[in-house]
């Protein structure tokens, strides 16, 4: 479930989900309540993000449907610049980068960027990702993976896009992308063995894994 944790510390925690229209929220991230969206409709919500003072959701399923909202709590519809299916959105310090996993039919609109989340520009990451999975950012660069394909990329803008070299081998962040104190952590799982890795990166150059837990 992708959560924004906010730069502001007296900003509510929201969370998105894919079962229904609705957000969960917190004040604390402890006690957590059901918000129903009562403007914009989807349902399947992919990735939120903050940037000081608005939340921007981003949508699934093929969609141009997004949302915003100041406290968690009161949702506006907005219109992402493309009918997609918007897997992840992050926000690097200046602006918000929303991918999508459209890319092998529409490569430069695999990105898009925006100030506020209402007015939106196209990036193009052509050949460097197939299907962008997820994102983040570490406060100045943004880190795209593509889970099915195993390829991760970075870009400052979200404009322009360098292909990362990953290793061909788990681990790998099956399951997407965090960051936090400039530091990038992914995780992944073996399903077989019901086991799950943390790998950590400063720089999205080398990765360091930590050990194979049991949950």
Same mark, same amino acid.
């Given at each position: 479930?992708?959560?924004?944790?906010?730069?502001?510390?007296?900003?509510?925690?929201?969370?998105?989900?894919?079962?229904?229209?609705?957000?969960?929220?917190?004040?604390?991230?402890?006690?957590?309540?059901?918000?129903?969206?009562?403007?914009?409709?989807?349902?399947?919500?992919?990735?939120?993000?903050?940037?000081?003072?608005?939340?921007?959701?981003?949508?699934?399923?093929?969609?141009?449907?997004?949302?915003?909202?100041?406290?968690?709590?009161?949702?506006?519809?907005?219109?992402?610049?493309?009918?997609?299916?918007?897997?992840?959105?992050?926000?690097?310090?200046?602006?918000?980068?929303?991918?999508?996993?459209?890319?092998?039919?529409?490569?430069?609109?695999?990105?898009?960027?925006?100030?506020?989340?209402?007015?939106?520009?196209?990036?193009?990451?052509?050949?460097?990702?197939?299907?962008?999975?997820?994102?983040?950012?570490?406060?100045?660069? +943004?880190?795209?993976?593509?889970?099915?394909?195993?390829?991760?990329?970075?870009?400052?803008?979200?404009?322009?896009?360098?292909?990362?070299?990953?290793?061909?081998?788990?681990?790998?962040?099956?399951?997407?992308?965090?960051?936090?104190?400039?530091?990038?952590?992914?995780?992944?799982?073996?399903?077989?063995?019901?086991? +799950?890795?943390?790998?950590?990166?400063?720089?999205?150059?080398?990765?360091?894994?930590?050990?194979?837990?049991?949950?």
């Amino acid at each position: 479930t992708p959560t924004a944790y906010p730069l502001d510390p007296v900003q509510p925690i929201v969370s998105c989900g894919n079962s229904t229209n609705r957000v969960w929220y917190s004040a604390d991230g402890i006690t957590w309540v059901f918000q129903a969206l009562s403007g914009p409709s989807n349902s399947v919500w992919n990735g939120i993000a903050w940037n000081g003072s608005n939340f921007c959701m981003v949508g699934g399923t093929v969609t141009s449907v997004g949302a915003t909202s100041t406290d968690g709590l009161a949702w506006s519809s907005i219109t992402m610049p493309a009918t997609k299916n918007w897997t992840g959105i992050a926000y690097n310090g200046s602006v918000f980068c929303a991918v999508n996993d459209n890319n092998v039919v529409t490569p430069t609109q695999s990105a898009a960027v925006s100030a506020i989340g209402s007015s939106w520009t196209f990036g193009d990451m052509g050949s460097v990702m197939a299907r962008p999975t997820g994102i983040v950012a570490n406060g100045s660069l +943004f880190c795209a993976v593509d889970t099915v394909n195993r390829q991760t990329a970075t870009s400052p803008s979200g404009l322009v896009w360098t292909p990362k070299t990953y290793i061909s081998t788990d681990p790998f962040p099956s399951h997407g992308l965090g960051s936090g104190g400039g530091v990038f952590v992914g995780f992944w799982r073996n399903a077989l063995a019901g086991t +799950f890795k943390a790998i950590t990166s400063t720089d999205t150059n080398t990765w360091t894994a930590g050990p194979e837990l049991t949950p």
